[in-house]
């Protein structure tokens, strides 16, 4: 069995920051690319960022890029989510996900179908 958890989620003032980490158990860790989405009330799920099973390559949503910053540590089967400048507009559940394709560099957007495995998400909430 699977299991995603992420968790350090939270309600944060705009210009703050917020780490999400996301733990991984069930599967070879070091195999999976993995990602972050999000979904706001009434919206469609949105991709954020992506880091290859190597953590070599990296892709970042054009709404985060240059605020986030995706890093994995393979030895703790973990996936992180660094996010700094926080603005109102990034208000939503957060879901990270593992891609069993062995992506070498990304070259273009993940799309949702492309993973394999979902966590629970957690709700990061940005005040204005």
């Known amino acids: 069995q699977v299991y995603l958890v992420e968790s350090g989620g939270g309600l944060v003032q705009a210009g703050g920051s917020l780490r999400l980490s996301c733990a991984a158990s069930?599967?070879?860790?070091?195999?999976?690319?993995m990602g972050w989405f999000r979904q706001a009330p009434g919206k469609e799920r949105e991709f954020v960022a992506a880091?290859?099973?190597?953590?070599?390559?990296?892709y970042y949503g054009d709404s985060v890029k240059g605020r986030f910053t995706i890093s994995r540590d393979n030895a703790k089967n973990t996936v992180y989510l660094q996010m700094n400048s926080l603005k109102p507009e990034d208000t939503a559940v957060y879901y990270c996900?593992?891609?069993?394709?062995?992506?070498?560099?990304?070259?273009?957007?993940?799309?949702?179908?492309?993973?394999?495995?979902w966590g629970q998400g957690t709700q990061v909430t940005v005040s204005s």
């Open positions: 996900a593992a891609d069993g394709t062995r992506v070498f560099a990304y070259s273009r957007p993940p799309r949702s179908s492309d993973y394999d495995y």
């Open positions: 880091i290859n099973w190597s953590g070599r390559s990296t």
């Open positions: 069930g599967l070879t860790f070091s195999r999976y690319g």
